[in-house]
């Protein structure tokens, strides 16, 4: 079997700017063998999709695109930043050995590594689980509060747009200072006579809630803050409080927001250089995102505050150089529209007949049963998946090499 670079057209066959993330699993039961290596492209930016059932190695696999990310060569790897959200707060083991799998990687001939280009940001309240862990982090992570509008909270609280409400909210928010602050909400609900008492209740115990998860203030962090080229940035949100208001979802529709401005004017710059003979010196790098249990941020039902955000990234994030890697138990509740987006697929085991509908409709060229065949043939040891990629315009089998560093998948939480 050749050796591929899965992402690349079938002519562009040197194996640059790419990392090592597998093998190919050949043969079936008892028979069954690794082959050549197969390689990921980062000369592009892709949108993933990595599907399968809970514990078949979705983070797993994600943790070796990130490494390898991270020892593309400098010049390389400083064109770009990947970041993680990170819900279940697993990804800081990057920054430690694979002793677990010391092993398994000698017979895959690979060491155990430790990446220090790892930058990791926090919610405040978990700081000191950091502290006792003896885990370092880089930031504290804080939004500016008067860079979401009274649409992003109709959206974050699942508002009808039509309910006294909704219509409270656009009112209250319009007539805010430049630079408002959570009392500034707070005193303006308090002071409109207009609202009636539960609607007045409703929102006041909404904001003084969000209040108290110490997440926004004045001045928040800033994308500069957080991007930086070269690095795997990890924004741990397992104990970000207030699910209940869509507090994740906030944060990651501002980040995509931010990123792709940012990318679109940097990309303007680019050109405009460019076009001038400059040397090109890339503003704002190229960016990454992950999504872990993505479809709570772009779900194929309903619209969170991350929805509009997202989708702009996967429909238009290519051009100036986004890419969008969302990983999912359950494919077939991601938005189709990301779905017919996708031009890599990871598919660990997956069983049930939505899910491979949902594959089938991202892979209009692959025929249905092909996919249920190749899925059905795969081993049934974490890390073994089939790839479906839109670039080389086929189907393989992969076994994913085993990290380098640490996988506190299992562990979850500190
Ligand atoms: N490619 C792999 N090689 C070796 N072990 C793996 C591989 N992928 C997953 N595993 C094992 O399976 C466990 C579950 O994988 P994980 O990626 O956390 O599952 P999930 O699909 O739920 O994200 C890991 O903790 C690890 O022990
Ligand atoms: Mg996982």
Redesign the pocket.
């Known amino acids: 079997m050749q050796e591929i670079v899965v992402g690349r057209k079938k002519d562009n066959l040197f194996i640059r700017d790419a990392g090592y993330i597998g093998r190919y699993i050949v043969g079936e039961g008892e028979d069954i063998h690794l082959t050549s290596k197969i390689y990921l492209d980062f000369q592009k930016p892709h949108v993933i999709l990595i599907a399968?059932k809970?514990?078949?190695?979705?983070?797993?696999?994600a943790g070796v695109i990130l490494e390898e990310f991270l020892e593309l060569e400098e010049k390389v790897k400083k064109e770009a930043c990947f970041i993680v959200v990170d819900p279940m707060g697993i990804y800081w083991s990057l920054k430690f050995e694979n002793k677990e799998?010391k092993k398994?990687l000698e017979e895959w001939n690979l060491k155990p590594k430790k990446y220090k280009d790892v930058k990791i940001i926090i919610p405040a309240p978990v700081a000191q689980d950091y502290k006792q862990a003896n885990i370092p982090y880089d930031d504290v992570l804080t939004l500016s509060l008067s860079e979401f509008s009274a649409n992003d909270w109709i959206l974050a609280l699942n508002l009808n747009r039509n309910s006294e409400e909704a219509i409270t909210l656009i009112k209250i928010f319009s007539k805010l200072p430049a630079e408002y602050e959570m009392d500034d909400i707070i005193d303006a609900i308090k002071d409109d006579n207009s609202i009636t008492q539960k609607v007045k209740n409703y929102l006041l115990n909404v904001f003084t809630s969000v209040n108290t998860f110490n997440i926004f203030s004045r001045k928040g962090l800033k994308l500069s803050d957080i991007v930086e080229g070269g690095k795997v940035v990890i924004i741990d949100v397992s104990r970000l409080q207030g699910d209940e208001f869509g507090l994740k979802n906030l944060l990651v529709a501002w980040l995509a927001r931010k990123i792709y401005h940012s990318r679109l004017q940097s990309r303007k710059l680019e050109e405009s250089l460019k076009l001038k003979g400059e040397k090109i010196e890339k503003k704002f790098p190229f960016v990454w995102l992950f999504l872990e249990e993505a479809h709570n941020f772009i779900p194929s039902q309903g619209e969170t505050t991350s929805t509009e955000p997202l989708l702009t990234i996967a429909k238009q994030g290519r051009e100036p150089g986004i890419g969008l890697v969302v990983i999912t138990q359950m494919p077939n509740k991601i938005h189709s529209d990301v779905l017919r987006q996708t031009d890599i697929v990871f598919c660990?085991r997956i069983t049930s007949k939505e899910d491979i509908e949902a594959l089938h409709t991202i892979m209009q060229t692959y025929v249905k049963e092909d996919i249920e065949v190749m899925l059905s043939k795969l081993p049934k040891f974490?890390?073994a998946a089939i790839i479906l990629d839109d670039n080389l315009e086929r189907i393989i089998r992969i076994?994913?090499?085993?990290r380098k560093s640490w996988?506190a998948?299992?562990t979850a939480v500190i």
Do not use: C, D, E, T
């Open positions: 399968g809970r514990g078949s190695g979705k983070s797993y696999a799998q398994m660990f974490p890390g076994q994913v090499r085993p996988h998948g299992g």
